[in-house]
Nanobody, 119 residues
């Protein structure tokens, strides 16, 4: 079992930065693929970024490439999402997720943290 708790959301002006954190509990964190997703009002949840357990592989949605960076610290059981050059269209609830087996659906989800970017 893995429990995920996101933090770091808030209100920021366009062009600003935020860093989201996701603290995980569970002995298998270091072996989990971790991901960030987001859901804007009236829209479906969408993939943002993911990172392999060794941090050797990262993937990004085209909409955030070059602006967002995903990273993890297995010693702290934490995954991060550094968000730079934020745009109003980045406004959403951001969710952290974990999957035990690469290539499968995500097994665990956090409660989400709100990110609001004002123009």
């Amino acid at each position: 079992q893995v429990q995920l708790v996101e933090s770091g959301g808030g209100l920021v002006q366009a062009g600003g930065s935020l860093r989201l954190s996701c603290a995980a509990s569970g002995r298998t964190f270091s072996r989990n693929v971790m991901g960030w997703f987001r859901q804007a009002p009236g829209k479906e949840r969408e993939f943002v970024a993911s990172i392999s357990w060794s941090s050797s592989r990262t993937y990004y949605a085209d909409s955030v490439k070059g602006r967002f960076t995903i990273s993890r610290d297995n010693a702290k059981n934490t995954v991060y999402l550094q968000m730079n050059s934020l745009k109003p269209e980045d406004t959403a609830v951001y969710y952290c997720a974990a999957k035990v087996v690469p290539g499968t659906e995500y097994d665990y989800w956090g409660q989400g943290t709100q990110v609001t970017v004002s123009s």
